[in-house]
Nanobody
Framework: QVQLVESGGGSVQAGGSLRLSCAAS????????MGWFRQFPGKRREAVAT???????EYTDSAKGRFTISFDSAEKILYLEMNNLNGEDTALYRC??????????????????????WGEGTQVTVS
Protein backbone atom coordinates (compact mmCIF):
# COMPACT_ATOMS: atom_id res chain seq x y z
CA GLN A 1 0.00 0.00 0.00
CA VAL A 2 1.07 3.55 -0.74
CA GLN A 3 -0.35 6.64 0.91
CA LEU A 4 -0.13 10.02 -0.78
CA VAL A 5 -0.93 13.35 0.86
CA GLU A 6 -0.86 16.58 -1.12
CA SER A 7 -0.35 20.10 0.18
CA GLY A 8 0.62 23.56 -1.00
CA GLY A 9 -2.49 24.58 -2.88
CA GLY A 10 -4.23 27.90 -2.40
CA SER A 11 -5.48 31.03 -4.07
CA VAL A 12 -3.16 33.05 -6.26
CA GLN A 13 -3.46 35.85 -8.78
CA ALA A 14 -2.87 35.25 -12.46
CA GLY A 15 0.84 35.30 -13.19
CA GLY A 16 1.69 34.01 -9.75
CA SER A 17 3.41 30.82 -8.59
CA LEU A 18 2.76 27.91 -6.27
CA ARG A 19 4.69 24.83 -5.22
CA LEU A 20 2.69 21.70 -4.55
CA SER A 21 3.99 18.82 -2.44
CA CYS A 22 2.95 15.20 -2.24
CA ALA A 23 4.28 13.19 0.70
CA ALA A 24 4.48 9.48 -0.02
CA SER A 25 4.57 6.73 2.56
CA UNK A 26 4.32 2.99 2.52
CA UNK A 27 5.88 0.65 0.02
CA UNK A 28 7.43 2.61 -2.84
CA UNK A 29 8.63 0.30 -5.58
CA UNK A 30 12.19 0.72 -6.86
CA UNK A 31 10.83 1.18 -10.41
CA UNK A 32 8.26 3.73 -9.34
CA UNK A 33 6.63 6.39 -11.42
CA MET A 34 4.84 9.35 -9.89
CA GLY A 35 3.04 12.34 -11.23
CA TRP A 36 0.35 14.96 -11.04
CA PHE A 37 -2.99 15.28 -12.68
CA ARG A 38 -5.76 17.80 -12.15
CA GLN A 39 -9.47 17.44 -11.79
CA PHE A 40 -11.90 20.13 -12.89
CA PRO A 41 -15.47 20.79 -11.75
CA GLY A 42 -17.59 18.10 -13.38
CA LYS A 43 -14.80 15.57 -12.65
CA ARG A 44 -12.92 15.91 -15.94
CA ARG A 45 -9.30 14.85 -15.36
CA GLU A 46 -6.17 16.02 -17.14
CA ALA A 47 -2.62 14.77 -16.75
CA VAL A 48 -0.03 17.39 -15.88
CA ALA A 49 3.44 15.85 -15.40
CA THR A 50 5.17 12.61 -14.48
CA UNK A 51 8.58 11.45 -13.29
CA UNK A 52 10.00 7.96 -13.14
CA UNK A 53 12.69 6.25 -11.10
CA UNK A 54 15.31 7.08 -13.75
CA UNK A 55 14.57 10.75 -13.32
CA UNK A 56 12.90 11.14 -16.67
CA UNK A 57 10.13 13.71 -16.75
CA GLU A 58 7.21 14.28 -19.08
CA TYR A 59 4.79 17.17 -19.34
CA THR A 60 1.57 17.89 -21.13
CA ASP A 61 1.61 20.83 -23.53
CA SER A 62 -0.26 23.02 -21.04
CA ALA A 63 2.44 22.42 -18.42
CA LYS A 64 5.59 22.65 -20.55
CA GLY A 65 7.67 25.70 -19.85
CA ARG A 66 5.64 26.70 -16.79
CA PHE A 67 5.62 23.70 -14.46
CA THR A 68 8.50 21.62 -13.09
CA ILE A 69 8.10 18.21 -11.48
CA SER A 70 10.71 16.77 -9.12
CA PHE A 71 11.05 14.02 -6.55
CA ASP A 72 13.09 14.05 -3.35
CA SER A 73 13.86 10.36 -2.95
CA ALA A 74 15.34 10.76 0.53
CA GLU A 75 12.21 12.43 1.89
CA LYS A 76 9.81 10.69 -0.52
CA ILE A 77 8.21 13.96 -1.49
CA LEU A 78 6.97 14.77 -4.97
CA TYR A 79 6.89 18.43 -5.97
CA LEU A 80 5.22 20.47 -8.67
CA GLU A 81 6.56 23.98 -9.13
CA MET A 82 4.00 26.03 -11.02
CA ASN A 83 4.77 29.44 -12.52
CA ASN A 84 2.85 31.96 -14.60
CA LEU A 85 -0.47 30.53 -13.49
CA ASN A 86 -3.70 31.47 -15.23
CA GLY A 87 -7.38 30.86 -14.68
CA GLU A 88 -7.34 27.67 -16.73
CA ASP A 89 -5.04 26.14 -14.12
CA THR A 90 -7.77 26.32 -11.49
CA ALA A 91 -8.43 22.73 -10.43
CA LEU A 92 -7.98 20.09 -7.76
CA TYR A 93 -4.40 18.82 -8.14
CA ARG A 94 -3.83 15.20 -7.24
CA CYS A 95 -0.68 13.12 -7.19
CA UNK A 96 -0.45 9.51 -8.25
CA UNK A 97 2.00 6.66 -7.90
CA UNK A 98 2.50 3.46 -9.82
CA UNK A 99 5.36 1.25 -10.94
CA UNK A 100 6.84 -0.61 -13.86
CA UNK A 101 6.20 1.98 -16.57
CA UNK A 102 8.07 4.99 -17.89
CA UNK A 103 7.19 8.61 -17.29
CA UNK A 104 5.92 8.86 -20.86
CA UNK A 105 3.61 5.89 -20.46
CA UNK A 106 2.42 7.22 -17.13
CA UNK A 107 1.45 10.57 -18.62
CA UNK A 108 -1.19 8.82 -20.66
CA UNK A 109 -2.47 6.75 -17.76
CA UNK A 110 -2.19 8.77 -14.58
CA UNK A 111 -5.68 10.23 -14.80
CA UNK A 112 -7.30 6.83 -15.32
CA UNK A 113 -8.95 4.84 -12.56
CA UNK A 114 -6.55 1.89 -12.83
CA UNK A 115 -3.31 3.87 -12.57
CA UNK A 116 -2.31 2.84 -9.07
CA UNK A 117 -2.54 5.05 -6.03
CA TRP A 118 -3.90 8.59 -5.78
CA GLY A 119 -4.00 11.23 -3.11
CA GLU A 120 -7.08 13.25 -2.24
CA GLY A 121 -5.74 16.42 -3.78
CA THR A 122 -5.04 20.07 -3.03
CA GLN A 123 -7.10 22.90 -4.53
CA VAL A 124 -5.49 25.56 -6.69
CA THR A 125 -7.53 28.65 -7.53
CA VAL A 126 -6.21 31.31 -9.89
CA SER A 127 -8.07 34.61 -10.20
Amino acid sequence: QVQLVESGGGSVQAGGSLRLSCAASGRIHSDFVMGWFRQFPGKRREAVATIDSSGRTEYTDSAKGRFTISFDSAEKILYLEMNNLNGEDTALYRCGASWGITAMMALGRIAHDDFGYWGEGTQVTVS
